[in-house]
């Protein structure tokens, strides 16, 4: 019988199953919204110190206090496209309790109102103010004004998942700024993959509460110790680019992505296991009353 000939550097024959293709950077990652638009609004509003600044005190006054107003605006509206995009990223998720773009737009409207007062006059100050409430609106959109994916979940246990989850992305933002200051792009990289990999498990668990006591110390435990050692990590590497600790680190993160890929595909099988028994139950409960398919 033949054989197929095979030496170190022969490709190899092609295998049963095909493994997963490597990730790419942007893969699941959208657009930020949170960018040039909201940032202008603080550069927008600055003519107005300049103007204040040239009045009388009354005026100024008055000016001072709109730039404040729309500085404000700005704040506000930037928090709400963050809050809106976190909300938007997840399948279960809370109404923003702020409504902070709302808020934006009546600010807007305030220091707009309170620029046609002190510079023009009363007409004005309504057109100013209703301009600016509109318009910003229509810029930035409204907020989320109501929950979603909540329909039949128990809210306590949905409270602890968000309480866990809040817990978790505040160890990966501390990961993300401590490699920034190693200025290497490779180390950035590495670690955002890896926060994709854990938030995939954060959205199956936020779609299924019950998951949260099999995956809580992938949430606490595991990413506390991954902070840790990132920090650690990061500072020695900006002070000797040691090549060794980077090594270590890495692989320390690999292990790491491969126990919280392992966990979630889990957890996912065991949401597919208690939806087949449920289907299995209610089947044998239709049959018993004379229903059939």
Known sequence: MSQRYGSTYSPDPKPDHQAPPPKRPFDGKRP??????????????????WKAFQSEPVVMSGYL???????????LTREGLKAEEAYEARKVARRPSIPRKLFGSVLTGIGLGLVGWFG???????????????????AFGLDPMKSKGMEGIDTFQQDRVARAVDEAEKHL???RDAVKRTNDR??????DDFVATAR??????????????????YLGVYLLGARDATSKFADIYVRSRDAEA???????LDDLERNFTARTESLLLDDKTGLDIEIDVLRERLAREGIKR
């Open 120 to 138: 023009w006059g009363s007409v004005e100050t309504v057109l100013f103010a209703v301009l600016g409430v509109v318009l910003h609106s229509f």
């Open 173 to 175: 933002a501390a990961m």
């Open 200 to 217: 995939d498990m954060f959205r199956t668990i936020e779609e299924d509460p019950r998951d949260l006591t099999a995956a809580r110390k």
């Open 65 to 75: 206090a709109a730039l404040g107003c729309l500085l404000g605006a700005a704040f």
């Open 32 to 49: 930020s919204r949170v960018g040039a638009r909201s940032n202008l609004l603080f550069f927008a509003a600055l003519p107005l110190a």
């Open 186 to 191: 490779q180390v950035e990289r590495r670690v």
């Open 246 to 252: 980077r090594a270590k680190w890495v692989a320390l």
